[in-house]
């Protein structure tokens, strides 16, 4: 009986694994050095305060990220600084009630080699449907990242304002 147990357990447990696949370590890689390099990019642009008028954002605790060009599952980890991920017309939903504000975007990420990351993060106003002002001000910085290791490095970066 103990062995017929035995043989009975293994089979189940065979057929338990068989529709079971080892996750796929390149995609989880990939996951991770786009949500690394993510982090990096918002890390410089709210809390070393490097994306351009930085000062004019309404509330630096409270920032809105247009989530144009984010992976779906990404979700922004700051501290002190709550990232609001909104689509496009939940920003402008959010301009028209309370009205014009600053905010900020990626227009770029990518990943040239396996070991040399690309980002591009804006500063842009959002306006209201019936704002009459003209904004002279948002920018932004890019920013090229090596791997060093297990670690992403800023390589180069540029800036600009508008």
């Known amino acids: 009986m103990r062995k ?5 357990l293994a089979a189940l447990l065979m057929l338990a694994c068989q529709g079971q696949r080892s996750p796929d370590p390149q995609a989880a890689s990939a996951e991770t050095r786009e949500t690394r390099i993510l982090d990096l990019a918002m890390e410089r642009a ?3 305060k490097k994306i351009a008028d930085h000062g004019l954002l309404a509330d630096p605790r409270k920032v809105v990220l247009s989530d ?3 992976p779906a599952d990404w979700r922004p980890r700051l501290d002190g600084v709550e990232i609001l991920l909104l689509t496009k017309a939940e920003i402008e939903t959010r301009a028209n009630r309370d009205g014009d504000f600053l905010f900020i975007y990626v227009s770029e990420l990518s ?10 993060v804006h500063s842009m106003w959002a306006k209201a449907k ?17 791997k060093d290791g297990d670690t992403w490095k800023e390589a180069s970066s540029a800036s600009w304002i508008s």
Do not use: K, M, Q
């Open 4 to 8: 017929t147990c035995g043989i009975v």
């Open 111 to 120: 990943f040239p080699e396996s070991d040399t990351a690309s980002i591009r």
């Open 46 to 48: 709210l809390i070393e």
């Open 68 to 70: 144009r060009n984010l």
């Open 130 to 146: 019936d704002s009459n002002v003209v904004y002279l001000s948002g920018g932004g910085f890019a920013v090229i990242y090596h």
